[in-house]
T-cell receptor, first 112, second 112 residues
Framework: SAVISQKPSRDICQRGTSLTIQCQVD?????MFWYRQQPGQSLTLIAT?????????ESGFVIDKFPISRPNLTFSTLTVSNLSPEDSSIYLC?????????FGSGTQLSVL | QQPVQSPQAVILREGEDAVINCSSS?????VHWYRQKHGEAPVFLMI?????EQKGHEKISASFNEKKQQSSLYLTASQLSYSGTYFC?????????????FGKGTLLTVNP
């Protein structure tokens, strides 16, 4: 199964700043996904990041707020821009391998 | 369309059985089950593809009723290690339209 390294594991940011989260996979994967999970809640898909094309965003998520890069088949970044306290959440990257989803360990973001 | 999970929470004593249900209002291509322990990433348990199959993994098994658009996760002779939040994830498209939508989760607590 794919091994995913996600960093940072947690961060505390000031309102109005941005945070970039990195996701590194130990094998080449076509499909990578970014999820948000608010405390005690379900996993909500932010966007699908495919290498060589623009990310596909889900309803309620826009590129200006959540720009994504996918420069190659093993790496992706998610930036959460113009932070507000409502952005405080856990952000998870995941990859699809053999129909299954594997998740990174998550980034816990707190916005003051 | 978010699948509906029930129950929201269940408390068991070690050795007891539990059933967690997941239903969708739309036709499904596959159903996935994941377990997430507190502070950790979700971990894949099993996938059930269109076709009404039933799968098992030690004392955890699942069924998928395609006609009813429902899946059930069966945990038998529960162990303390089974504690966590169980999420079902549903996929409607298959193939390159892969997108997993998760239910709100079922919190399972197994006590000694």
């Amino acid at each position: 199964s794919a091994v995913i390294s996600q960093k940072p594991s947690r961060d505390i940011c000031q309102r109005g700043t941005s945070l970039t989260i990195q996701c590194q996979v130990d094998s080449q994967v076509t499909m990578m996904f970014w999820y948000r999970q608010q405390p005690g809640q379900s996993l909500t898909l932010i966007a699908t990041a495919n290498q060589g094309s623009e990310a596909t965003y889900e309803s309620g998520f826009v590129i200006d707020k959540f720009p994504i890069s996918r420069p190659n088949l093993t790496f992706s970044t998610l930036t959460v821009s113009n932070l507000s306290p409502e952005d405080s959440s856990i952000y998870l990257c995941s990859v699809r391998e053999n129909e299954k989803l594997f998740f990174g360990s998550g980034t816990q973001l707190s916005v003051l | 369309q978010q699948p509906v999970q029930s129950p929201q929470a269940v408390i068991l004593r070690e050795g007891e059985d539990a059933v967690i249900n997941c239903s969708s209002s739309k036709a499904l291509y596959s159903v996935h089950w994941y377990r997430q322990k507190h502070g950790e990433a979700p971990v894949f348990l099993m996938i059930l593809l269109k076709g009404g199959e039933q799968k098992g993994h030690e004392k955890i098994s699942a069924s998928f009723n395609e006609k009813k658009q429902q899946s059930s996760l069966y945990l038998t002779a529960s162990q303390l290690s089974y504690s966590g939040t169980y999420f079902c994830g549903t996929e409607m498209g298959g193939g390159s339209n892969y997108k997993l939508t998760f239910g709100k989760g079922t919190l399972l607590t197994v006590n000694p």
